[in-house]
């Protein structure tokens, strides 16, 4: 079926695909982008409660201390109600932390399955417009192979003339003797150029100039000059 499609139909077909992955990578890599910025503040967050066990550690000792300076009766070793209160806190933003961690390696998975997904796009138009290079292509080539069946016509026609005996002042007959502006047509060569300076160069460049811009137009049309 893809096969018996227009070059042109196909490449737009994959640039619309290749556009919407493109678009989802994007958004992957804003989610993903913004997962991180999560886990940044849920670190900042946890980070506040860093002094927890060093404040139950100390209020404990004091506790102690007192109990052996003979000052207070023997403590319960324990969390007071107050840090018990930020202990929570820190273990509730401890899971907050892994959470959005999680989430992010996720999102982050996303992103580099998009990557892949739209490299296989670009791929596809690629292909497309290479497609499209070769059915341009094939078009002058017609073009030329007509010229050049026109050419070995009239090449034939004016040799032929030179294969036609005439009377010559004596009466003889001598083959007709062709002009220099018939010879220097039947015997004329492509031009050659130094190798800076030859028109493939200029044409290859504008075959990639229109290659580029069928990646992202499917309507493009080649340089006039080409």
């Not at 300076?69 to 273990?91: F, H, M």
Request: aromatic letters at 4%.
């Amino acid at each position: 079926m893809l096969a018996q499609t227009k070059p042109r139909d196909r490449l737009r077909v994959a640039i619309g695909a290749r556009d919407e992955c493109q678009r989802k990578l994007d958004v992957a890599e804003v989610a993903a982008g913004r997962a991180q910025q999560l886990v940044r503040q849920a670190e900042n967050h946890l980070a506040t409660f860093a002094d927890v066990d060093g404040t139950i550690a100390a209020f404990n000792a004091d506790a102690v201390t007192a109990w052996a300076s003979g000052t207070d009766k023997e403590p319960t070793i324990g969390v007071p109600a107050q840090l018990a209160v930020r202990r929570n806190a820190r273990a509730n933003a401890t899971d907050r932390l892994a959470t959005a961690r999680a989430t992010h390696s996720a999102l982050a998975d996303k992103v580099d399955e998009a990557r892949v997904v739209l490299a296989d796009a670009n791929l596809n138009v690629s292909e497309a417009a290479r497609a499209v290079l070769v059915e341009e292509a094939t078009v002058l080539a017609g073009k030329l192979y007509k010229l050049k069946r026109e050419e070995w016509a009239l090449s034939a026609r004016l040799r032929g003339l030179g294969e036609v005996w005439l009377p010559s002042a004596n009466q003889s007959l001598k083959p007709m003797q062709l002009p220099s502006p018939v010879l220097e047509a039947i015997t004329a060569r492509e031009s050659q150029h130094p190798p800076s300076a030859r028109p493939e160069i200029k044409h290859a460049a504008m075959w990639r100039s229109f290659f580029t811009a069928l990646l992202s137009n499917h309507d493009a049309r080649p340089d006039a000059a080409l």
